[in-house]
């Protein structure tokens, strides 16, 4: 596989990095409110773009593991959220991470810190959320392009 068509696993593995980092940086009395649920989620897109990765699409795949890929990388609701929409839920939780910093409730040296960190922070969040959903469409292209090619070979 081409180095670019992962690219979305790196970007996940770098979200869940700086949400490490900057999950350090907040006091021991938000660990059950707010970083718990941010590193989990972080783990959570990335550990899903590694599942999704494992399953390539090809022309002779089966509907079963492009279902599998596609439940890995969006959402399904029977199994529960993941992929796209653990990277929406994740980018709300920074929303309200910020919210409650720049409500007073700042450990950062100053302001500057505190918006950089946060800018980096959504960036990152926005990259994976937006590689995930380029990787979705490239995806569904193909599997339709195999699927009519495979249906005009049936007589």
Not at 3 to 19: S, Y
Not at 71 to 96: K, M, N, S, W
């Amino acid at each position: 596989r081409r180095d670019a068509a992962a690219q979305f696993v790196a970007d996940a593995r770098e979200l869940r990095k700086a949400t490490v980092r900057i999950a350090r940086k907040f006091p021991a009395s938000y660990k059950y409110v707010t970083t718990g649920p941010l590193l989990q989620l972080a783990s959570e897109v990335y550990m899903n773009a590694l599942k999704g990765n494992s399953i390539y699409v090809h022309k002779d795949m089966s509907e079963r593991d492009y279902e599998l890929r596609h439940r890995y990388l969006a959402a399904e609701v029977i199994v529960g959220p993941i992929g796209i929409v653990v990277a929406d839920a994740l980018l709300g939780e920074i929303t309200f991470c910020y919210e409650l910093v720049d409500d007073g409730n700042n450990f950062f040296r100053n302001k500057e810190e505190y918006e950089r960190t946060f800018q980096t922070w959504t960036t990152l969040a926005n990259n994976a959320l937006s590689r995930l959903r380029g990787v979705m469409d490239s995806d569904k292209r193909r599997w339709n392009g195999y699927m009519r090619d495979r249906k005009a070979k049936t007589p």
